[in-house]
């Protein structure tokens, strides 16, 4: 069955630390990824998401992410992260035969101190 | 702006009520669906609708079922409430039909089971 693993699960940085956070999925057939954010108090919403072409795929507020196909591995990245950036991140793909279903990762609290 | 609205941010229930969780959507888009959210599990799948009256079970069911009578409402109702179903619930909105395209959240109603 599809599944999908964040190794990280609470990551603490001082601002302006590079930020890399883990995502590893099973295969299943064509790969689609996706990355969520959810900051204090607000609803999920995409940071990026990835469906074929170029394995950098760069979302909102400077976001990126790399899909290495070799590595089952899709790691969220930030050069140098903000106190807004404190959120909980979710990575996710797509339960393997069905479009709609998306299966999520347990999550990650970063917490980025000013 | 699209939205997805549930009804109530925060409820408090009582142990054996029946309690109904409201999600509806203004996309026009035909795949809905209700996750939990509990720390360290991430989002776990409850159900699932493709279009009006249609209705498939998640990975987590038992003690749920669902309601779609309208193609924007997709409402998730708790028969009898336990404790163990104090949690965030999230509904989200897809439109299918050019490959995933993530999920629209709404804001989460957080259920606490007396």
């Known amino acids: 069955a599809q599944s999908v693993s964040q190794h990280n699960h609470h990551v603490i940085l001082s601002e302006a630390a590079s930020l890399e956070l883990g995502c590893n999925y099973s295969y299943g057939g064509t790969v689609n990824l996706f990355w969520y954010v959810q900051y204090p108090g607000q609803h999920l919403q995409l940071l990026l998401k990835y469906f074929s072409g170029d394995p950098l795929v760069k979302g909102i507020k400077g976001f990126e992410a790399e899909f290495i196909k070799s590595k089952f591995s899709f790691n969220l990245r930030k050069p140098s992260v903000q106190w807004s950036d404190t959120a909980e991140y979710f990575c996710a793909v797509p339960v393997s035969g069905n479009t709609g279903k998306l299966i999520f990762g347990q999550g990650t609290t970063l917490q980025v101190k000013p | 702006d699209v939205k997805v609205t549930q009804s109530s941010r925060y409820l408090v229930k009582r142990t054996g009520e029946k309690v109904f969780l409201e999600c509806v959507q203004d996309m026009d888009h035909e795949n809905m669906f209700w996750y939990r959210q509990d720390p360290g599990l991430g989002l776990r799948l409850i159900y699932f609708?493709?279009?009006?009256?249609?209705?498939e079970k998640g990975d987590i069911p038992e003690g749920y079922s669902v309601s779609r009578e309208k193609k924007e409402r997709f409402s998730l109702i708790l028969e009898s409430a336990s404790t163990n179903q104090t949690s965030m619930y999230l509904c989200a909105s897809e439109s299918p039909g050019q490959g995933p395209n993530g999920y629209t959240f709404g804001s989460g109603t957080r259920l606490t089971v007396v």
């Open positions: 609708s493709y279009d009006v009256k249609m209705k």
